[in-house]
């Protein structure tokens, strides 16, 4: 089988613009397991993206669990990108009519200082480039319907990418045990989802470094001023009408997403 790079971004096209999930990519327009063509169909999507006047302010990390690496059968994380709109302010409300799937999870964002150019990227190399920290909340979201996914649908669907929130009291590097922090993502003042640092590649800075270096070696390097989410520390939630969530990270303080109850 040969990968349809146009009919699967025609197909992810068409379920932002009606709303409607499309079924799974694999098989029937990419073959299982091409990331190659998965990463194709991203960049097809960013280039349209970009073309129509969205910015890129970033970049996210995915698949940085072990056990979720091992549910799709990789070794590796995957990426997408941020664009301007996708930033929710903390706390605002979000219909979730605006998107199709959602669920949260608790992240660190690292906010760059300096560019990070190189293709092999060190622990030191991000620590030098980190400007600051943020408490996130990213909001994941799917075109494919029921979350059928695989590795190459979450890819070529920009990594299942939906909206992200960040906290609003920055804290350096240097505060913050990325290894030991804890994560709870509340939902009613109710734990829904634990985790820590070390469930993020080991530590959120070996998955930025990992991102970093991938992303120079494809030509598109993360750049002083961008947002990188570097992955969650805990299972995500799926999303309930009207409810808000808050992720509490231990040196990071706290960031809310509120969601409405989404009627007409």
Known sequence: MSADIKGAAAALRQAYATGVACQPLRDDLLPAGDLTAAYAV?????????AEGRRLVGAKVGLTSRAVQEAFGVFQPDFGVLF???AVPDGAEIDPRTLMQPRVEAEVAFVLGRDLPYDQVTVADVVRATDHLLPAIEIVDSRIANWDISIVDTVADNASS???VLGTSPRRLGEVDLRLCGAVLEQGGEPVSVGAGAACLGNPLHAVAWLAGTLAANGRPLRAGDTVLSGALGPMVAVTPGAAY??????LGSVRACFSKGGS
């Open 42 to 50: 991203q960049q097809a999507q960013v280039s349209d993206w970009l």
């Open 162 to 164: 939906g909206r992200y």
């Open 84 to 86: 301007a709109d996708m």
């Open 246 to 251: 808050e992720a509490r990270i231990s040196g």
